[in-house]
């Protein structure tokens, strides 16, 4: 059902809208929703998986919006010592509240804790987000039992203490030992250089009680890799650190002021042998090791995490756009003809380049991440019964599909901030908040660069599969597909079918896979070690990898349209975005296409044509395709992407909160002003 508004007095015809009634909408954003060529609910519901969902959705957030214990005044205006104190608050009330409110389903836990901390990071993050899914994954039965309870009911507050001041990427070669000592039958943790202190953790500066720490095993006088260990990092009475354990937070940041990201010392602390986590390998009393079924499951945290990392970018993006698209439809800028209104900036060509890409590639992550998550949960089962075999396939799609996604999502995030022009760099735009809380998405849980590689790694080995005509997983069964000569678009109408696109950018990961395989080939052929190879193939290996992940990402669109039930105006835009995203990519790596004669001059013009063509169609339901992921103001936290579009009143009283603002004359006017313009020499 279309949500129907009186022009000036919006008064929402059904209960589908989840906005409060505004009083007074903007005129310019209400013309925009008249003028919508589909009903944006249908999308909302499409989006969340259902009406239920939405429902069920909106009914979690507004329990923390609504909920008095959990207001305070904007994050902008306070200290980040006030930041911190406020985002372990809140956290505590949150813990408080998802039991009183019985929500114990963990998707309505997390809506309920991202409507809750808004736009702010969340105090426990760490300890929900890697310290609890590390010890799910990594303890056997026994210690399940003894740690989850414990940590599901918040008596210990945990981190993930992995990287170290001298190594973040290469992690087998961190340098924290924890050796056996089969006399005590304990570990002996250590911190043997100025280098090996744990630095970065979250959550660890200030609060975490324990920690999973990820050190090298000795036993028997032999090193057998990193290992997790779960480790008491505080005393449960008084919060001190515990005896040889070194901690603090690690000084401000480029964003996350509010998080307390730690360093972490250790001086031979000893902890009892049964605090390695011992699910998949284990140290006897005697010192005996049995080693894992697959050498990488250590690292499997890592992987849950950049899965749901792809969901985090799709998510931040859309509120991105979200804003941007809103304000550039109240914001009118340059009398084209004399006496005539100011156009909208949403009218600009170049405005709409700007935004609509991203608004697609927001769509196209999102679905991407319906996706992913699935074969998560998929590679999961099958792990639980013992079948390691698609781990090393999900490792190459998750560290791709995150780096992927945030180098898109980052990139965007600062092209909708640049849109809204100067108010694009007020804080209350939202954006500096969402740019800082997402720009580190592209290094932690692994390096963008590196986890590109990884994934380029994973690609070679399935090229030379290929090439001995043996059987690939299904997400790379195109490798082992022959090259399918030209493009064959004759017209625009023949560019804007999904297959065709599809099979181009197919056809170009292809290629660039098999290129960079050559590349290896030939550099070893030179008697060049693999290492060096590797190195001297980096540019080929990280376009081979982007490509594959941008193909993966256009085909789950195009499939996604394919094979979900929606209404036919829903169809129609879905389709135009999804045409625009494929075509905006070929247009944007047009070399790529034309390199190999794949494409030609004559289809290039084409391409840019219908980019050209297609803003037409987006630029009518561009407003309604960002109230479509439906978030609310008070998740925005943006005074530009507000819903009723009101936005000068809302930055002027924004504004008027400021701190400077509470006096009208400043201190600094008596102390430093005052002296300098009275004393005779400021005399003029
Ligand atoms: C998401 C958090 C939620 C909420 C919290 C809220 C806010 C908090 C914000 C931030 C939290 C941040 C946390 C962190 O950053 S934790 C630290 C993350 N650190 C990393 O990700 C380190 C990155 N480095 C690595 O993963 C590895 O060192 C690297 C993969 C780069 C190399 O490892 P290694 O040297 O051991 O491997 P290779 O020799 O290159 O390869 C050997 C072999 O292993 C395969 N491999 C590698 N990784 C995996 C894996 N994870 N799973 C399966 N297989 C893996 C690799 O492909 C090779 O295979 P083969 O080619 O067959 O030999
Ligand atoms: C906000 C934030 C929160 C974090 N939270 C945690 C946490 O909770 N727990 C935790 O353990 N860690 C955490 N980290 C640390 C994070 O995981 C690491 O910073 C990240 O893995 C990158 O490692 P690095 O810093 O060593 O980067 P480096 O590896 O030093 O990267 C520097 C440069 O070197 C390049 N490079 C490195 N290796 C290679 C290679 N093999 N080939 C080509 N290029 C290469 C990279 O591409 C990059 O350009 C956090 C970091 C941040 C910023």
Redesign the pocket.
């Known amino acids: 059902m279309i949500v129907l508004f009186n022009c000036t007095c919006a008064v929402p015809t059904t209960m589908d809208s989840f906005h409060p009634v505004p009083v007074k909408v903007n005129p310019d954003l209400q013309k925009e929703r008249d003028a919508a060529l589909f009903n944006p609910v249908e999308l909302t519901y499409l989006k969340d998986g259902g009406k239920d969902k939405t429902e069920r959705r909106r009914r979690c957030e507004l329990l923390a919006i609504n909920d008095p214990d959990l207001q305070h005044k904007d994050i902008s205006f306070m200290a980040r010592n006030e930041r911190y104190s406020n985002a372990v608050r809140k956290a505590v009330i949150i813990a408080r509240k998802i039991k009183e409110h019985r929500l114990t389903n963990m998707e309505e836990k997390q809506l309920y804790i991202s409507a809750a901390t808004q736009y702010d ?2 105090g426990f ?2 300890h ?3 310290f609890l899914p590390a010890l799910s994954a990594q303890c056997d039965e026994e210690q399940r039992n003894y740690w989850l309870p414990l940590a599901e009911n918040l008596k210990i507050l945990g981190t ?1 203490a ?2 170290e001041l001298g190594h ?6 961190l340098e924290t030992t924890a050796i056996y000592d089969p006399k005590t039958e304990e570990f002996v943790l250590h911190t043997p250089t100025l280098s090996a202190l744990k630095w ?4 660890m500066g200030k609060t975490a009680t324990h920690a999973v720490v990820l050190a090298q095993l000795y036993t028997n006088g032999k090193s057998y ?2 290992h997790p260990f779960i480790v008491q990092l505080r005393s449960l009475e008084n919060h001190q650190p515990l005896p040889g354990i070194t901690l603090g937070d690690i000084g401000p940041k480029l964003g ?1 002021h509010s ?1 307390d990201n730690g360093f972490l010392g250790f001086d031979h602390v000893r902890i009892p042998r049964r605090n390695m986590l011992m699910k998949y390998s284990q140290v006897s009393p005697d010192g005996f090791y049995i080693k894992p079924i ?4 250590t ?8 899965v ?2 792809v969901s ?1 970018i799709a998510y931040s993006l859309s509120q991105a756009v979200t804003i941007a698209v809103r304000y550039s439809a109240v914001r009118r800028q340059t009398e084209q003809i004399k006496g005539v209104k100011e156009p909208q900036i949403l009218d600009y060509r170049t405005q709409q380049l700007k935004l609509f890409p991203y608004l697609a590639a927001a769509y196209a992550f999102t679905f991407t991440s319906f996706v992913i998550t699935g074969r998560y949960i998929e590679v999961q089962n099958e792990m639980n019964d013992g079948n390691m075999e698609s ?2 396939e ?3 799609l ?2 791709g599909l995150k780096a992927f996604t945030s180098y898109v999502g980052n990139e965007g995030i600062e092209v909708c901030r640049l849109s809204c022009g100067g108010h694009g760099y007020s804080q209350a735009s939202g954006f500096p908040e969402l740019y800082t809380l997402t720009a ?2 592209s ?5 963008n660069t ?2 590109l ?2 994934t380029a ?2 690609l070679m ?1 399935c090229a030379t599969t290929a090439k001995r005509g043996l059987e690939l997983p299904r997400f790379v069964l195109y490798l082992s597909q022959r090259q399918k000569g030209q493009c064959p678009a004759r017209n625009e109408s023949d560019l804007l079918d999904h297959g065709l696109l599809s099979d181009a950018f197919e056809h170009r990961a292809r290629r660039l896979v098999i290129e960079a395989a050559q590349k290896m080939q030939s550099n070893i052929g030179k008697g060049n070690p693999q290492h060096v190879a590797w190195n001297n193939c980096h540019m080929y290996l990280l376009k081979a990898a982007s490509a594959h992940c941008h193909f993966y990402v256009v085909q789950t669109f195009v499939k996604y349209i394919n094979d979900t039930e929606m209404s036919d105006a829903v169809r129609d835009i879905l389709t135009s975005l999804c045409q625009f995203y494929a075509l905006h990519g070929i247009w944007q790596n047009a070399g790529d296409f034309l390199q190999d004669g794949y494409m030609n001059g004559n289809q290039l013009d084409m391409v840019q044509s219908l980019v050209g063509k297609l803003l037409d169609k987006i630029r009518i339901n561009a407003v309604a395709l960002v109230d479509a992921f439906d978030f609310r103001d008070e998740i925005l936290c943006s005074k530009l992407g507000k819903y009723d579009g009101n936005v000068y009143e809302a930055m002027y009283e924004w504004a008027k909160n400021s701190p400077l603002n509470k006096t009208e004359v400043h201190d600094s006017y008596n102390k430093y002003l005052r002296p300098l313009m009275q004393s005779s020499k400021a005399k003029l």
């Open positions: 990071t969340y993050g760490l929900y987000g890697m993930y992995q990287t973040g990427t290469f992690i087998r070669g970065w953790p979250g959550n890799g990193l996350f998080f697959h050498a990488k499951l690292y499997s945290t890592m992987v849950e995490a950049r749901t990392l985090d781990l090393s999900l490792h190459a998750s560290a580190p998405i290094t932690f849980e692994g390096e590196v986890m590689l990884q790694r994973y080995k």
